[in-house]
């Protein structure tokens, strides 16, 4: 019985703090689940949005460079397609393709 040796107030006071503690947990988890509930109700591409943003927040930082680096690319790549200066390749085509390269 170690709470013996303590003061009434000690006691109290100790009480409090863990009764605070489990209050700020379980707002935590209502937030959590408020959050939730309204990000479910958005469509589908604020929704993706979202999804990104989160994780992008706890990414280690260089797969934050790498994402960066391909949307660069990616953006090049477009210009140069919305250019004339490369061509697309119909999906058909690129689909049968991985199809021959994983089933040989």
């Keep these: 019985m170690p709470d013996c040796h303590l003061g009434i107030e000690s006691?109290?006071?100790?009480?409090?703090?863990?009764?605070?503690v489990l209050i700020k947990l379980?707002?935590?988890?209502?937030?959590?689940?408020?959050?939730?509930?309204?990000?479910?109700?958005?469509?589908?591409?604020q929704r993706f949005a979202l999804a990104q943003r989160i994780?992008?927040?706890?990414?280690?930082?260089?797969?934050?460079e790498t994402d960066e680096a391909w949307a660069l690319e990616i953006k090049e790549r477009?210009?140069?397609?919305?250019c004339g200066e490369?061509?697309?390749v119909p999906a058909g085509e690129?689909?049968?393709?991985?199809?021959?390269?994983?089933?040989?």
Excluded at 55 to 61: D, H, M, R, T
Aim: glycine share 4%; proline share 7%.
């Design 78 to 82: 477009m210009r140069k397609y919305d």
């Design 55 to 64: 994780l992008a927040s706890v990414e280690p930082e260089e797969i934050l």
């Design 86 to 88: 490369t061509l697309g």
């Design 94 to 104: 690129v689909f049968a393709e991985l199809d021959r390269r994983l089933n040989p």
């Design 11 to 20: 006691i109290l006071q100790r009480k409090l703090d863990r009764t605070a």
């Design 26 to 45: 379980i707002t935590m988890i209502q937030t959590l689940d408020a959050l939730t509930l309204g990000a479910i109700e958005l469509p589908p591409d």
